[in-house]
């Protein structure tokens, strides 16, 4: 399957973003994962060809970065941190338990396509741990219990939203183009900070006070 | 008690403080207007004068950096944002820009003015959808309002700023290996000199600065360098966020002078959580050697930290409990650190692999009390021997906490296995135990 003019153009306009076209590359892998769900062998050799590099440099780069897949993901990919805060505070009880409650090991997914189940390393969210995320947007302070309610409400399809996201928790492919640049009409939707957050603010505005 | 002092976070309580509208409600964007309309050296100095330093963990003055950018050499000139945060423990980068992208999009016109350059990036680890999504737009929106793009605040000057979202690999933080990242190779880091400065993007001259640096130049051109060196101490000057996280009553973030100790935020934050006594801590992430309750009074400061056998890092203060078995902990950031090593270095590349087979033993009940300085043997021979420091942080934990906790290591090896229950270090449990 051929990409179609609209895709190609895209393609065109990421590249245009820079002063050297091989800075593209990543946003161009980004790009062909949205519309595959993974980077096939038909996206790495459309981005070899538009910027003029080998398929082998092209791997090359897909291959150092854990995001870009090479087989497809689910429709919703999860990944637990488990580096060592997120790990202690409860993110390897809440892996084990979503591996047992799906029947996945590490990278798998779901026979359905739903769910694909990965462990990850810090995600910058520390004081909300344990965190989860599903493609990529934040789940904070999870249980073992809410990460099962969360994975079972994306095989029923209708996914609980993120705690600091959009209204409705996009697709493994919808937030891959947000990574590629593209702008979804989503940035202002929920909310602007958490409570930890805001916690050291709100407790110098009522310092302030007394 | 050192008072708390939010200024990147003054606003972040109020629903639309991520927007255009709401970051102009508080004078958004006047201190770009103004800083275009001052000589860009002059601008360099002001910023020199703030005694603003580096907020990524290494600490270089950042008015500094920016002087080393030559003038008049008919170059293009890059500014660069590392906007990857992926130190563990580090969390403060992500909050700012969800709550407020608009104040780095002014940090970043007043920055390129400044060095002079046409281009700017901010490279944005992959793994933040939403932050992405915030950033894009506010960059989209001072496009339309004219900050940025052609003639920017009708001043004669040009500045264009892509957004590059990177996918995964902690060690495009290292400012050389972004470089490479954002040229579209694997992420490797360089061998120095040449620095960034005379030779960074394309082998153009280039500033690579972290987002709170530079979110943090509105406020000094706006308020004057004397309002922003009146905080602090004396060589570290500011205000700072503090990512406080772990087993606390309250994690959050808290926005302070340069110089407030770990017991002071405890006490604002309600401390260790009930019922148990803090065991040890990171000062500034996983690559910053471990404190105790010995150095709760240490000023979080670069040299205050220093002075203590750390670093200050990026002030990602992770607390851990008395039910925290160190080992573990340490086993779990090594592991971290040999996964994320990109290989192009042996020291450590081979170096971290040997750490986590020896921790997994130890943790796992196959260790002997010959491990210990075998470990010790290794962070030697891995200090300073590789291009970056990504080898360097992955010992930090390591001969820090044999220093603190050789008993509790000891301890793995005649109890043949961890004396630990992970269970009771969880979220969950306390809130059991709390019920």
């Known amino acids: ?210 | 008690m050192t008072a708390l002092t939010p200024v990147l976070s003054a606003h972040w309580d109020e629903e639309d403080s991520f927007t255009m509208a709401g970051y102009k409600r508080h004078g958004g964007y006047k201190a770009a207007a103004k800083a275009l309309k001052m000589e860009p050296d002059a601008v360099i100095q002001l910023v020199k004068d703030s005694g603003l330093r580096g907020r990524g963990g290494a600490g270089f003055p950042t008015g500094m950096k920016w002087g080393f950018i030559p003038q008049g050499d008919n170059k293009d000139h890059y500014l660069v944002v590392n906007a990857d945060e992926s130190e563990p423990g580090t969390c403060k980068d992500m909050p700012l820009l969800l709550a407020n992208p608009h104040v780095l999009v002014e940090g970043i016109i007043i920055a390129s003015y400044a060095i002079r350059a046409k281009y700017a990036f901010i490279y944005i680890r992959g793994e933040v959808a939403h932050v992405a999504r915030r950033l894009q737009q506010a960059i989209e929106d001072a496009y339309a309002a004219g900050y940025l793009g052609k003639n920017v605040f009708k001043s004669g000057q040009d500045l264009e700023l892509v957004l590059h979202v990177g996918a995964g690999a902690y060690i495009c933080g290292e400012e050389t290996a972004l470089l490479d990242s954002l040229e579209g190779y694997r992420g490797q880091p360089r061998l120095r000199p040449p620095f960034p400065a005379i030779a960074g993007l394309y082998a153009r001259p280039t500033v690579v600065n972290n987002v709170e640096s530079i979110s943090s130049v509105p406020a000094i051109i706006a308020n004057g360098p004397e309002w922003f060196s009146a905080m602090g101490t004396e060589k570290s000057k500011g205000m700072t966020l503090y990512s406080l996280s772990g087993h606390v009553a309250n994690p959050g973030q808290f926005e302070a002078p340069l110089g407030i100790t770990l017991r002071e935020i405890l006490e604002l934050a309600g401390g260790v959580r009930e019922g148990h006594q803090l065991k040890f801590w990171t000062p500034g992430g996983s690559s910053t050697p471990i404190f105790t309750a010995d150095q709760l009074d240490t000023p979080l400061d670069y040299e205050g930290v220093a002075a203590a056998g750390s670093m200050l890092g990026t002030k990602a203060l992770q607390i851990f409990d008395e039910t925290t078995c160190v080992v573990r902990a340490v086993l779990r950031w090594t592991e971290f650190y040999k996964h994320e090593s990109c290989g192009k270095c042996t020291p450590c590349r081979e170096g971290t692999w040997w750490l986590v087979q020896i921790l997994r033993d130890l943790e796992n009940g196959k260790g002997t009390a010959a491990d210990l300085d075998k470990l010790l043997d290794l962070c030697e021979n891995i200090l300073g021997r590789s291009f970056c420091a990504l080898g360097d942080g992955a010992t930090s934990s390591i001969s820090s906490s044999i220093k603190h906790f050789r008993d509790e290591y000891i301890a793995h090896v005649t109890n043949a296995g961890c004396p630990f229950d992970s269970h009771a270090s969880t979220l969950f449990a306390s809130a059991k135990a709390g019920a």
């Open chain 1, 1 to 210: 399957m051929a990409y179609s003019e609209q895709e190609l153009s895209v393609m065109d306009s990421i590249i245009a973003r820079y002063p050297r076209s091989r800075s593209a590359i990543m946003p161009l892998l980004h790009y062909v994962q949205s519309l595959a769900g993974f980077v096939t062998n038909e996206g790495i050799e459309e981005i070899s060809a538009k910027l003029s590099i080998t398929t082998a440099e092209v791997s090359a780069v897909a291959t150092f970065y854990t995001q870009y897949k090479r087989k497809p993901m689910g429709e919703y990919h999860v990944g637990v941190c488990t580096n060592t805060l997120c790990a202690i505070m409860g993110g390897d009880e809440i892996l084990e338990g979503l591996k047992e409650h799906l029947g996945l090991e590490n990278d798998g997914v779901t026979a359905d396509g739903k769910v694909s189940l990965e462990h990850l390393e810090c995600n910058a969210a520390c004081d909300y741990a344990p965190v989860v995320m599903a493609n990529w947007e934040f789940y904070d302070n999870q249980t073992v219990q809410s990460a099962k309610d969360l994975v079972d409400s994306m095989r029923a399809g209708k996914p609980i939203p993120p705690t600091r996201g959009p209204n409705v928790l996009p697709t493994w492919k919808e937030n891959s183009a947000v990574l590629a640049g593209l702008n979804d009409g989503h940035a202002n939707e929920g909310v602007q900070a958490g409570a930890p957050s805001l916690l050291g603010l709100r407790l110098s505005k009522k310092g302030s006070k007394k």
